[in-house]
């Protein structure tokens, strides 16, 4: 039994990853689609790569790119576009090592992480945005962000990690990426990072 647990854990991976309509298929129906997202989905992605690398060193993104992030994730994900944006800081890893893991959700290294409170992203003095993998950090937190005001509340706080994964994922596929290979994010932990057990 235990031997074919790596398997099932793969299976579930990549059953989450193709996509959030299968988990919640209510939410499609809040989502005001894109008129072509086949056609627009390159279009959106580009103008958010292209507005992240005319940033200057240490920049934050701006309203035009936080814009198009929101329509990116709330296409991939299925969750409504409300463009209440969120405000991106810059923060040592210090700062981000000291920050309270109850109210702020980190990814590994501590390259950033989601204030739900303040609707704040912090995003680390190093953080470039410059590869998809950095980029793919800013879409995890965008995600997180529009779950909050969005409203969607889950029993476990952990299934809301598992939409932000998947935005996460999505982005990373299409550079031919994934979290495992970005993130040391396998399957087995993607399932610990994302599953609880509720009674």
């Known amino acids: 039994m235990f031997k074919q647990m790596p398997l099932c854990a793969a299976l579930m991976f990549l059953t989450f990853v193709s996509g959030a309509s299968a988990q919640s298929p209510h939410l499609s ?6 008129s072509n997202w086949l056609m627009d989905e390159p279009i959106i992605r580009n103008r958010i790569v292209t507005g992240i690398r005319q940033l200057e060193p240490g920049g934050i993104p ?10 990116w994730v709330s296409n991939t994900l299925d969750l409504p576009a409300i463009y209440d ?5 810059r923060a040592s890893k210090l ?11 980190s990814l590994p290294g501590n390259v950033s992480s989601y204030d ?13 945005g410059e590869t998809p993998a950095e980029l793919s950090v800013l879409v995890y937190q965008v995600a997180r962000h529009l779950q909050n005001v969005s409203g969607p509340k889950f029993e476990c706080r952990l299934w809301g990690e598992k939409l932000a994964y998947i935005a996460q994922a999505q982005w990373l596929m299409r550079y031919g990426r994934n979290l495992e290979e970005d993130f040391g994010i396998d399957p087995e932990t993607y399932l610990f990072k994302t599953e609880c057990y509720i009674p």
């Open 116 to 128: 739900g409170m303040k609707g704040t992203i912090y995003l680390s003095e190093a953080w470039t």
């Open 95 to 105: 700062k981000l090592a000291t920050i309270e893991p109850s109210e702020l959700l």
């Open 29 to 34: 129906t809040l989502m005001p689609r894109e």
């Open 62 to 71: 701006g309203k035009s790119e936080l814009t198009s992030l929101i329509t």
């Open 85 to 89: 944006l969120p405000r991106i800081e």
